[in-house]
């Protein structure tokens, strides 16, 4: 059982429809939080533009709530959706189990005054410049000082604010976004202000993410951008221009002081407000920072059954793996309340729908008023009084609210009583009501796409408030293009296509593992198929995580659960031959073991994980005192004696990586270096490890480990890939050893430093596994530049692939940790599971279509279509393309290759375009002149 | 995101919906042209921001800049044809472009006057480059395969040699011969008369009609000292 209490917001969220016109007329001007109190905003206001719902609400600063002294909004508001009455509610729900995804909170540095934050105006928080950059932000887009409203021609950034601090109100671990955050403003600010310096003093770049490394070199390459590696801190303000003095140090320049118009703070992320209140309410347990704690082999559990949580509540992640644990929440939730899936479910029925084809086209108009939204600018009588005048247009009239339930029902009731087969709605924008009036047509015995909206809003009355006669004439011209359209729609059906519901799962890693056994768990059949002839992938050569987590025993715990659970059935030794099919209807030849056999499933994944590189450089493969950092592990694992008997042992980091060839960040190898040299103090003390680094990557918690490290006297180095740490077997001038000196400038010192080394371990790139290419053609999807699979967005569907059914987790995607394999396995199968779960997948009627006669297959249309949704087949009258319409997506490109127009997107034809076209210009004498043009395409 | 942002811009233009700049076709911005339009404005996502998979947007780019080269060619400004790429919430850059297109349009006046084409003559030129749609699709699936990552290379592609010697070998002549089959159709014409109503010197006309003649398109009529279609 849960309570929620929903605070009053004042106004009816069922009556607003979002007009603003109380923002406008109420009184109260104070701060907006949302764009960080720079710009202001109203008592009543809507929280954001995209807001959702978008809806006003009053917050303290009203008059009314304060002392009752004003009531202007209730007065203005046209809905009546102004109630002061409403009062704290609690909401009680009995759920089965519970999200936790409070988020962040970001640092805020005038606690501390920080870098002058606070005291000087042109110090800025990179929130506070977020929104400086954002064109709903204070000034439109425009970046401008605090101080002068100006422009500023020079601005800092500066990183690790609140970051990787051991110093009281900062946090230890490192935010894992600012780095790249920070360079999407640079970039963006060279965007918006022509000439401007950007110069962003930072500690180690940490560019640790999927194609984050090449986003760092763009913004280090744009002109008057510096990057200056220095411990940097404000020293005051020119009085006179209140610029902004920040001091810094360089090895070749010693202290400096620059003047800056503008400094930008990267602030880092804190634990939610009030985790603590949080834990309790409850019943969780946090870790020692404020984040939930969380277990690495299951991160999206809570310490309490049936409490999940995704995003930052884990720690600092960037928004990819906020998606990817939001979707493996959902399947972990799944898993837990299986058993109960459907009970909630209530299946609508639609009367059945009037054959209106051989109808003429009977069109019925309803223009909104939207409350005063589009009736104050738009004439909405005389747009009405207009639209009866227009061609086959049988009726029409005026609503206050055409989205509101009383006026859903007016529509239907016409469609009835006049016989209407076609119907305009003259209101917004489609994006947003387009589904409640199909849903209206539906109701009314109609075909959905019998509906057309003539956006006489955002399009019109929102955007020419000024000029009423005008826009109401634009309105017409929107009406009667949308009446000419409507007339040529034509009626399409949503098909349905049954979903085989197993699905196949590649790499039998512990992504490949994880993904089938929560997608078994809510009563799929799984087919798990691997290449080598065990299951473990990787993970087999890893034995201990940072934080501590046994991975061979987690292994074979999770081998024994994937080899016991009946809806698993796994084929080692096994390679796919060939797939067919798509989305809810795949088939897969696999061979394993010698034999050959077909799979029929709904979905796949792709979890075929990566490889470790074998370097070309350092003497690896010549000396067999030189290894990779997985060797180490592995013979540490082992107590190998001449590894723990080492007296001095060398890491270089970077090997093959961040380079021409492989121009990305493994991103484990600095964890994995971070954590080999603490096991090695552990079993030696007395070793000397020196770990030479370009940046060391430690992000998020693993912060902590490397301070850890650095408290233990492993000496970190710093290189530049330019003069690279030098290698050769020599003989100590000590005491005689033999042993590998390494050389590389020192640049602290600013001379050459050698060290002997009795043991070399070389952080090898993380690189695609083998088979990635050939899977990638089988199943029709696409590689990044690095050669890892390509996610349908990197954002917003980070494992999705475009082509549908297809999902993708763990290193197959990117190298990653093992905490974040197992978040991205449960995303995969909760990703399949919206799939899975349905007998069908639905198919838009929006979809393209081949008209065989004209069609010369030349296969243009096939070779742009990047969803494979067009194929050609023999057809009686020879090849011809077709389209499966489960595939297509409707964006239509085909048409436009199509160098006969036999391949025509339903909903947006030629017709459909040409007639809107044409009624752009109202006169009907040049729709004839139009047709003779016509007459010769 | 400019409607919600209530940011003003100029009542002079009406918007079509497509679900991709990619479904854009270059016979839906002749058909404006040819109904009256002064402008077409093409706004779609950046480059590399596909909504899709497809990148259509690169596609809506080239027809942009080729029906561009073809415009110039015949005489039209192609000032008249803009493209500009926006992301949803990028309002500003919508209301910045479309207001700075009309206003340039603006200037420009009706589509001819700046030109200095008469309605007939212009009414030939659009039907001409419309009746070549088909041809053209061919042409730029065929040999027009090029693919960048910025607006700058297409651009700089599009303004570069190559291209200039493939619009010349592929498309120029072609456009000529539609104009001239246009005119044909109507009635019989000689070469001079043929040369000074498409403002070209007699002699490239009369290599025109003389290679269509050699595939029968067109006859020369001895008794009127003129050329008819062939096929008539």
Same mark, same amino acid.
């Given at each position: 059982m849960?309570?929620?209490?929903?605070?009053?917001?004042?106004?009816?969220?069922?009556?607003?429809?979002?007009?603003?016109?109380?923002?406008?007329?109420?009184?109260v001007?104070?701060?907006?939080p949302?764009?960080?109190?720079?710009?202001?905003?109203?008592?009543?206001?809507?929280?954001?533009?995209?807001a959702?719902?978008?809806?006003?609400?009053i917050?303290?600063?009203c008059r009314?709530?304060?002392?009752?002294?004003?009531?202007?909004?209730?007065?203005?508001?046209q809905?009546?959706?102004?109630?002061?009455?409403?009062?704290?509610e609690k909401?009680?729900?009995?759920?089965?189990?519970?999200?936790?995804?409070?988020?962040?909170?970001?640092?805020?540095?005038e606690?501390?005054?920080?870098?002058?934050y606070?005291?000087y105006?042109?110090?800025?928080?990179s929130?506070?410049?977020?929104?400086?950059?954002?064109?709903?932000?204070?000034?439109?887009g425009?970046v401008?000082?605090?101080?002068?409203?100006?422009p500023?021609?020079k601005?800092?950034?500066?990183?690790?604010?609140?970051?990787?601090?051991?110093?009281?109100?900062?946090?230890?671990?490192?935010?894992?976004?600012?780095?790249?955050?920070?360079?999407?403003?640079?970039?963006?600010?060279?965007d918006?202000?022509?000439?401007?310096?950007?110069t962003?003093?930072?500690?180690d770049?940490?560019?640790?993410g999927?194609?984050?490394?090449?986003?760092?070199?763009?913004?280090e390459?744009?002109?008057n951008v510096?990057f200056?590696?220095?411990?940097?801190?404000?020293?005051?303000?020119?009085?006179?221009n209140?610029?902004?003095?920040v001091?810094?140090?360089?090895?070749?320049?010693?202290?400096?002081?620059?003047?800056?118009?503008?400094?930008?703070?990267?602030?880092?992320?804190?634990?939610?407000?009030?985790?603590?209140?949080?834990a309790?309410?409850?019943?969780?347990?946090?870790?020692?920072?404020?984040?939930?704690?969380?277990?690495?082999?299951?991160?999206?559990?809570?310490?309490r059954?049936?409490?999940?949580?995704?995003?930052a509540f884990?720690?600092?992640?960037?928004?990819?793996?906020?998606?990817?644990?939001?979707?493996?929440?959902?399947?972990?939730?799944?898993?837990?309340?299986?058993?109960?899936?459907?009970?909630?479910?209530?299946?609508?029925?639609?009367?059945?729908?009037?054959?209106?084809?051989?109808?003429?086209?009977r069109?019925?108009v309803?223009?909104?008023?939207?409350?005063?939204?589009?009736?104050?600018?738009?004439?909405?009588?005389s747009?009405?009084?207009?639209a009866?005048?227009?061609?086959h247009?049988?009726y029409?009239?005026?609503?206050?609210?055409?989205?509101?339930?009383?006026?859903?029902?007016?529509?239907?009731?016409?469609?009835?009583?006049?016989?209407?087969?076609?119907?305009?709605?003259?209101?917004?924008?489609?994006?947003?009501?387009?589904?409640?009036?199909?849903?209206?047509?539906?109701e009314?015995?109609?075909?959905?796409?019998?509906?057309?909206?003539a956006?006489?809003?955002?399009?019109?009355?929102?955007?020419?408030?000024?000029?009423?006669?005008?826009?109401t004439?634009?309105?017409?011209?929107?009406?009667?293009?949308?009446?000419?359209?409507?007339?040529?729609?034509?009626?399409?059906q949503?098909?349905?296509?049954?979903?085989?519901?197993?699905?196949?799962?590649?790499?039998?890693?512990?992504?490949?593992?994880?993904?089938?056994?929560?997608?078994?768990?809510q009563?799929?059949?799984?087919?798990?198929?691997?290449?080598?002839?065990?299951?473990?992938?990787?993970?087999?050569?890893?034995?201990?995580?940072?934080?501590?987590?046994?991975?061979?025993?987690?292994?074979?715990?999770?081998?024994?659960?994937?080899?016991?659970?009946?809806?698993?059935?796994?084929?080692?030794?096994?390679?796919?031959?060939?797939?067919?099919?798509?989305v809810?209807?795949?088939?897969?030849?696999?061979?394993s073991?010698?034999?050959?056999?077909?799979?029929?499933?709904?979905?796949?994944?792709?979890?075929?994980?990566?490889?470790?590189?074998?370097?070309?450089?350092?003497?690896?493969?010549?000396?067999?005192?030189?290894?990779t950092h997985?060797?180490?592990?592995?013979r540490?694992?082992?107590?190998?004696?001449?590894?723990?008997?080492?007296q001095?042992?060398?890491?270089?980091?970077?090997?093959?990586?961040?380079?021409?060839?492989?121009?990305?960040?493994?991103?484990?190898?600095?964890?994995?270096?971070?954590?080999?040299?603490?096991?090695?103090?552990?079993?030696?003390?007395?070793?000397?490890?020196?770990?030479?680094?370009?940046?060391i990557?430690t992000?998020?918690?693993?912060?902590?480990?490397?301070?850890?490290?650095?408290?233990?006297?492993?000496?970190?180095?710093r290189?530049?890939?330019?003069?690279?740490?030098?290698?050769?077997?020599?003989?100590?001038?000590?005491?005689?050893?033999?042993?590998?000196?390494?050389?590389?400038?020192?640049?602290?010192?600013?001379?050459?430093?050698e060290?002997?080394?009795d043991?070399?371990?070389?952080?090898?790139?993380?690189?695609?596994?083998?088979?990635?290419?050939?899977?990638?053609?089988?199943?029709k999807?696409?590689?990044?530049?690095?050669?890892?699979?390509?996610?349908a967005?990197?954002?917003?569907?980070?494992?999705?692939?475009?082509?549908?059914?297809?999902?993708?987790c763990g290193m197959a995607?990117?190298?990653?940790?093992?905490?974040?394999?197992?978040?991205?396995?449960?995303?995969?199968?909760?990703?399949?599971?919206?799939?899975?779960?349905?007998?069908?997948?639905?198919?838009?009627?929006?979809?393209?279509?081949?008209?065989?006669?004209?069609?010369?297959?030349?296969?243009?249309?096939?070779?742009?279509?990047?969803?494979?949704?067009?194929?050609f087949y023999?057809?009686p009258?020879g090849?011809?393309?077709?389209?499966?319409?489960?595939?297509?997506?409707?964006?239509?490109l085909?048409n436009r290759?199509?160098?006969?127009?036999?391949?025509?997107?339903?909903?947006?034809?030629?017709?459909?375009?040409?007639?809107?076209?044409?009624?752009?210009?109202s006169?009907?004498?040049?729709?004839?002149?139009?047709?003779?043009?016509?007459?010769?395409? | 995101?400019?409607?919600?942002?209530?940011?003003?811009?100029?009542?002079?233009?009406?918007?079509?919906?497509?679900?991709?700049?990619?479904?854009v076709?270059?016979?839906?911005?002749?058909?404006?042209?040819?109904?009256?339009?002064?402008?077409?404005?093409?706004?779609g996502?950046?480059?590399?921001?596909?909504n899709?998979?497809?990148?259509?947007?690169?596609?809506? *780019? +080239? $027809?942009?800049?080729?029906? !561009?080269?073809?415009?110039?060619?015949?005489?039209?400004?192609? =000032? #008249? @044809? &803009?493209?500009?790429?926006?992301?949803?919430?990028?309002?500003?850059?919508?209301?910045?472009s479309?207001n700075?297109?009309?206003?340039?349009?603006?200037?420009?006046g009706?589509?001819?006057?700046?030109?200095g084409?008469a309605?007939?003559?212009?009414? *030939? +030129? $659009?039907?001409?480059?419309? !009746?070549?749609?088909?041809?053209?699709?061919?042409?730029?699936? =065929? #040999? @027009? &395969?090029v693919?960048?990552?910025?607006?700058?290379?297409?651009?700089?592609?599009?303004?570069?040699e190559?291209?200039?010697?493939?619009?010349?070998?592929?498309i120029?002549?072609?456009?000529?011969?539609?104009?001239?089959?246009?005119?044909?159709?109507?009635?019989? $014409?000689?070469?001079?008369?043929?040369?000074?109503?498409?403002?070209?010197?007699?002699?490239?006309i009369?290599?025109?009609?003389?290679?269509s003649?050699?595939q029968?398109?067109?006859?020369y009529?001895?008794?009127?000292?003129?050329?008819?279609?062939?096929?008539?």
């Amino acid at each position: 059982m849960v309570t929620l209490t929903k605070k009053p917001r004042y106004v009816d969220e069922s009556k607003c429809t979002g007009c603003t016109t109380c923002v406008e007329n109420c009184p109260v001007v104070y701060p907006d939080p949302f764009n960080q109190g720079i710009s202001k905003n109203k008592a009543i206001h809507i929280y954001f533009s995209q807001a959702i719902p978008l809806v006003a609400y009053i917050d303290e600063s009203c008059r009314y709530l304060k002392d009752k002294t004003c009531t202007i909004c209730e007065a203005v508001c046209q809905n009546d959706a102004i109630d002061f009455n409403q009062t704290e509610e609690k909401i009680e729900l009995k759920v089965g189990s519970v999200i936790l995804s409070p988020g962040l909170e970001p640092f805020n540095p005038e606690l501390r005054q920080d870098y002058g934050y606070g005291k000087y105006e042109n110090v800025v928080t990179s929130m506070d410049f977020e929104r400086l950059l954002s064109s709903t932000g204070p000034y439109e887009g425009e970046v401008l000082r605090n101080s002068d409203l100006k422009p500023p021609q020079k601005i800092a950034w500066i990183q690790c604010v609140g970051s990787r601090q051991v110093i009281e109100g900062g946090n230890s671990y490192c935010s894992a976004v600012c780095c790249t955050y920070t360079q999407k403003q640079v970039i963006l600010t060279k965007d918006h202000l022509e000439g401007v310096e950007c110069t962003v003093f930072h500690n180690d770049i940490r560019s640790f993410g999927k194609d984050f490394e090449r986003f760092y070199e763009r913004a280090e390459e744009l002109s008057n951008v510096r990057f200056v590696r220095s411990y940097t801190s404000v020293a005051g303000e020119n009085p006179e221009n209140k610029n902004v003095i920040v001091r810094y140090s360089t090895f070749e320049d010693g202290v400096k002081e620059e003047e800056f118009d503008m400094v930008v703070l990267s602030i880092g992320l804190n634990p939610p407000a009030d985790y603590e209140g949080l834990a309790k309410k409850f019943g969780i347990e946090l870790e020692e920072h404020g984040f939930c704690k969380i277990d690495p082999s299951d991160p999206i559990k809570t310490s309490r059954p049936g409490i999940f949580i995704s995003g930052a509540f884990q720690g600092p992640m960037d928004i990819p793996e906020a998606v990817m644990t939001a979707s493996g929440a959902s399947s972990q939730c799944g898993e837990f309340l299986d058993y109960r899936r459907g009970d909630l479910a209530i299946e609508k029925v639609y009367p059945s729908e009037r054959d209106v084809s051989m109808e003429e086209p009977r069109v019925g108009v309803f223009v909104c008023h939207c409350g005063a939204n589009i009736g104050r600018v738009v004439d909405v009588p005389s747009a009405v009084e207009y639209a009866l005048t227009l061609p086959h247009v049988v009726y029409a009239q005026e609503q206050l609210f055409a989205c509101a339930t009383n006026s859903a029902q007016e529509i239907t009731d016409m469609i009835k009583e006049k016989g209407l087969n076609r119907v305009v709605v003259a209101a917004c924008t489609p994006r947003t009501h387009e589904p409640t009036f199909r849903e209206t047509l539906r109701e009314a015995g109609i075909n959905q796409y019998y509906l057309e909206m003539a956006n006489i809003r955002e399009h019109c009355s929102w955007v020419h408030s000024k000029e009423k006669e005008t826009a109401t004439k634009k309105a017409k011209d929107i009406i009667r293009m949308s009446v000419a359209r409507v007339c040529h729609l034509e009626p399409l059906q949503e098909f349905e296509l049954p979903v085989n519901k197993a699905a196949l799962v590649l790499g039998g890693g512990l992504a490949g593992m994880n993904s089938a056994l929560s997608i078994a768990e809510q009563g799929h059949e799984v087919y798990l198929v691997e290449k080598d002839a065990e299951l473990g992938g990787i993970a087999r050569r890893i034995h201990h995580t940072l934080e501590g987590l046994d991975v061979q025993e987690y292994l074979d715990d999770l081998r024994r659960r994937v080899y016991r659970h009946p809806l698993i059935h796994v084929y080692t030794d096994a390679d796919v031959t060939k797939s067919d099919g798509y989305v809810g209807n795949f088939v897969t030849e696999i061979e394993s073991e010698g034999r050959s056999m077909e799979i029929k499933h709904g979905v796949v994944i792709i979890a075929t994980g990566a490889e470790v590189s074998v370097p070309d450089e350092y003497l690896y493969g010549e000396d067999d005192r030189v290894m990779t950092h997985l060797e180490l592990e592995e013979r540490l694992a082992a107590a190998d004696e001449r590894i723990t008997g080492a007296q001095s042992l060398v890491m270089i980091q970077c090997v093959g990586c961040r380079n021409e060839d492989r121009d990305y960040c493994s991103r484990v190898c600095c964890s994995e270096s971070v954590k080999n040299a603490l096991k090695l103090k552990e079993a030696n003390p007395e070793m000397d490890i020196y770990i030479l680094f370009r940046d060391i990557r430690t992000y998020g918690f693993n912060e902590d480990y490397y301070r850890e490290a650095a408290g233990k006297n492993v000496t970190f180095i710093r290189y530049e890939p330019e003069n690279n740490p030098q290698i050769e077997p020599a003989t100590s001038y000590e005491d005689d050893r033999n042993i590998l000196r390494v050389t590389l400038p020192d640049y602290v010192l600013g001379k050459k430093m050698e060290i002997d080394a009795d043991i070399v371990a070389l952080a090898a790139a993380v690189v695609p596994s083998e088979t990635t290419k050939e899977v990638a053609g089988m199943f029709k999807v696409t590689l990044s530049p690095d050669g890892f699979f390509k996610e349908a967005h990197v954002k917003l569907r980070p494992v999705d692939f475009g082509t549908e059914g297809v999902f993708l987790c763990g290193m197959a995607h990117y190298p990653k940790l093992i905490s974040e394999t197992v978040n991205q396995a449960y995303g995969a199968a909760g990703r399949a599971l919206t799939l899975l779960s349905h007998d069908t997948v639905v198919a838009s009627g929006s979809v393209c279509e081949v008209e065989e006669d004209k069609c010369i297959s030349c296969g243009a249309c096939i070779e742009f279509c990047t969803y494979g949704a067009i194929e050609f087949y023999e057809s009686p009258q020879g090849r011809k393309a077709r389209v499966n319409p489960v595939l297509c997506k409707g964006d239509g490109l085909c048409n436009r290759v199509c160098p006969t127009g036999a391949i025509q997107l339903k909903h947006f034809t030629d017709k459909e375009i040409l007639s809107e076209i044409d009624a752009m210009i109202s006169e009907t004498k040049a729709v004839q002149q139009a047709d003779k043009v016509a007459g010769g395409v | 995101m400019a409607g919600v942002s209530r940011l003003q811009y100029t009542t002079e233009m009406r918007l079509i919906r497509v679900m991709c700049t990619g479904r854009v076709d270059s016979s839906h911005v002749l058909r404006a042209f040819s109904k009256g339009a002064d402008g077409v404005f093409i706004g779609g996502c950046r480059l590399g921001e596909c909504n899709y998979t497809t990148h259509g947007n690169h596609q809506a *780019l +080239k $027809l942009v800049l080729l029906f !561009k080269k073809v415009f110039e060619r015949v005489g039209l400004n192609p =000032e #008249r @044809l &803009r493209l500009e790429f926006m992301s949803g919430s990028d309002a500003n850059i919508f209301v910045e472009s479309v207001n700075d297109f009309v206003t340039g349009v603006k200037e420009l006046g009706p589509l001819g006057e700046s030109e200095g084409l008469a309605k007939d003559e212009l009414e *030939l +030129k $659009l039907k001409a480059i419309t !009746k070549l749609i088909p041809y053209i699709r061919v042409v730029e699936n =065929e #040999r @027009l &395969r090029v693919h960048f990552d910025t607006q700058e290379e297409y651009q700089e592609f599009y303004s570069g040699e190559e291209m200039d010697r493939l619009f010349d070998e592929l498309i120029a002549d072609k456009l000529v011969i539609s104009q001239i089959m246009l005119l044909l159709r109507e009635k019989p $014409l000689s070469t001079g008369d043929i040369s000074q109503i498409l403002g070209l010197t007699p002699s490239e006309i009369f290599r025109h009609l003389n290679n269509s003649a050699r595939q029968g398109l067109v006859k020369y009529e001895e008794s009127q000292d003129r050329f008819a279609l062939g096929l008539s």
